[in-house]
């Protein structure tokens, strides 16, 4: 079954800290990765994707194909970075169709 | 550039009565076409999707249904709400099968 499993629901960490955030997939194919990001008060967007290998907000994303797992990562936390995160797998022609993780909310301390 | 456009913001109806979510893309065409639910702790859940006029596919049983009348429109429907109905409704739409999906505002949903 197609499944993404991020096992925390809520991740605080104090600001300048390193972050990582986990995330769990099973599929048996080779799907496209993402993570979204949904700010308060602000619309579910994108924040990036496996194939891209890019940075974004200081963030990375590194696919472990032998462990099905796409954590996100970023070495130095900010207060701006608190957001609820979703990792979400979109199998290889599929209509785009997503499958998303339960998400996971992460608070920055100051 | 595209938009994409869902109303009402927020919605609050008793059980047993009709429903009509519409959603709306404007700036592309035939867009492929999505329902999700946001429920606290589950994520987002997808209802329905659509890769063109009048082709729906409902992802989960349940209480609801969707329509795309027009290429840009997507309609989320039910003919008696239930209190489990209840819930953040999002739309959204991709560009064929290239992945990355672009979210309304969304629509929250209070069944009483």
């Known amino acids: 079954a197609q499944r993404v499993t991020q096992p925390e629901k809520l991740l605080s960490v104090f600001k300048g800290a390193p972050v990582e955030l986990k995330c769990n997939y099973s599929?048996?194919?080779?799907?496209?990765l993402f993570w979204y990001v949904q700010y308060s008060r602000q619309r579910l967007q994108l924040l990036l994707r496996h194939i891209s290998r890019e940075s974004i907000k200081g963030f990375t994303a590194d696919l472990n194909k032998g462990e099905t797992s796409f954590h996100l990562k970023k070495p130095f936390a900010q207060e701006e970075d608190s957001a609820m995160y979703y990792c979400?797998?979109?199998?290889?022609?599929?209509?785009?169709?997503?499958?998303f993780g339960s998400g996971t909310r992460l608070s920055i301390r100051p | 550039s595209q938009t994409i456009h869902q109303w009402p913001a927020t919605l609050v109806q008793p059980v047993g009565s009709p429903l009509s979510l519409e959603c709306t893309v404007e700036g592309t065409s035939n867009p492929n076409l999505y329902w999700y639910r946001q429920a606290a702790g589950r994520g987002l859940q997808l209802l329905f999707y659509?890769?063109?006029?009048?082709?729906i596919s409902s992802e989960v049983p349940q209480n609801l249904s969707a329509s795309r009348p027009q290429d840009r429109q997507f309609i989320l429907s039910s003919k008696k709400l239930l209190l489990s109905d209840s819930g953040f409704y999002l739309c959204?739409?991709?560009?064929?099968?290239?992945?990355?999906?672009?979210f309304g505002p969304g629509t929250r949903l209070t069944v009483t």
């Open positions: 599929y048996s194919g080779s799907p496209e």
């Open positions: 959204a739409w991709a560009r064929g099968t290239l992945g990355q999906q672009y």
């Open positions: 979400a797998l979109s199998p290889p022609s599929s209509a785009s169709k997503i499958i």
């Open positions: 659509s890769v063109g006029i009048g082709q």
